[in-house]
C-alpha cells in the first residue's frame, strides 16, 4: 500500500569566494520561497483517440488532484496484448506496456484507448473489462469501449462515464481498493461497467476519500453519504 509520496528538494550549492587583493561589492541575493514541485501525471493514448476526449481526462484528473497533469504522446498497442479469438486487447499486457514507457518524472501513468480490453477473473480467462489499474503501482488503462453507444448519442453521460472510470482506475494506482457502497467512485463494477457508472455519484465517500486526502484538492469529503452518519 501507497503510504504517502516523496517529493524531492533541491538544495543549493555555494563555492567558497575566491580571495582578492581588493574587497569586491556583492549584489544582494534574493530568498525566494518556492513551493515543491507538484507530483506528475501523465495520460498516454493508445491507438486512435480523439484529441478532445485525451484532454478531458487530463482536465477530470487535474480538477480532482493535486498533481501536475498532461498528455505524453499516443502509442500503438504492445502487439504480444492482442488477444485473437476474442479480439481485443490483454490489460495487463498493456499496463506491462505503459510500465516500460519513459515518462521523465511520472508517478502514475494513465493509458487511455477506445479499442475492447479485457483479462483473466476468476476462471474466465478473457472478461472484458472498462478499466484496470494496479494496486497500487504506477500504471492503470481504461477505454470507452464499453460506453461508445453514448459517444454522439448522450455525450454528457458518456463523459460523466469517462471521469468516473478515470478516477477509479487512478484510485487503485493509489493503493484504494474496491468499495461496498455502489455511490463511490471505487465501487466494483460487478461485471456490469455501466450500471455502475449510472449508480455512481463520482464522489469518493469518506472512507475512500481519506484514503486518497493527501493528493486530493477538495479536503473535505463532498457527497451526501448516510451511511458515515
Not at 478531458?56 to 498533481?67: A, G, L, M, Y
Not at 476474442?86 to 508517478?107: F, H, N, S, Y
Not at 479499442?115 to 488503462?141: F, H, M
Amino acid at each position: 500500500m501507497i503510504a504517502g509520496l516523496s517529493l524531492l528538494t533541491a538544495g543549493l550549492l555555494f563555492g567558497q569566494p575566491v580571495p582578492s587583493a581588493e574587497p569586491a561589492s556583492r549584489p544582494a541575493t534574493a530568498q525566494t520561497d518556492r513551493a515543491p514541485a507538484m507530483p506528475r501525471v501523465v495520460v498516454v493514448p493508445i491507438g486512435n483517440v480523439p484529441l478532445d476526449l485525451t484532454s478531458f481526462i487530463v482536465d477530470s484528473v487535474k480538477q480532482r488532484f493535486e498533481f501536475e497533469v498532461a498528455s505524453e504522446p499516443g502509442v500503438e498497442p504492445a502487439a504480444n496484448a492482442w488477444y485473437q479469438p476474442r479480439k481485443r486487447w490483454r490489460a495487463e499486457r498493456l499496463l506491462d506496456q505503459l510500465d516500460g514507457l519513459e515518462v521523465g518524472a511520472a508517478i502514475r501513468v494513465i493509458g487511455l484507448t477506445e479499442q475492447p480490453i479485457s483479462t483473466t477473473k476468476g476462471k474466465i480467462y478473457d472478461w472484458g473489462i472498462a478499466g484496470l489499474g494496479q494496486l497500487p503501482g504506477k500504471s492503470c488503462v481504461l477505454t470507452a469501449y464499453l460506453f461508445r453507444g453514448l459517444k454522439k448519442k448522450d455525450r454528457a453521460h458518456y463523459l460523466r462515464y469517462m471521469e468516473n472510470l478515470v478516477l477509479h482506475e487512478l484510485g487503485h494506482t493509489l493503493g484504494v481498493d474496491h468499495c461496498p457502497l455502489d455511490r463511490c467512485i471505487m465501487a466494483d463494477a460487478k461485471g456490469n461497467a455501466l450500471r455502475a457508472a449510472r449508480a455512481s455519484i463520482n464522489e469518493y465517500c469518506p472512507r475512500c476519500h481519506n484514503q486518497l486526502r493527501q493528493w486530493l484538492r477538495a479536503k473535505e469529503v463532498r457527497g451526501d453519504w448516510p451511511e458515515f452518519k
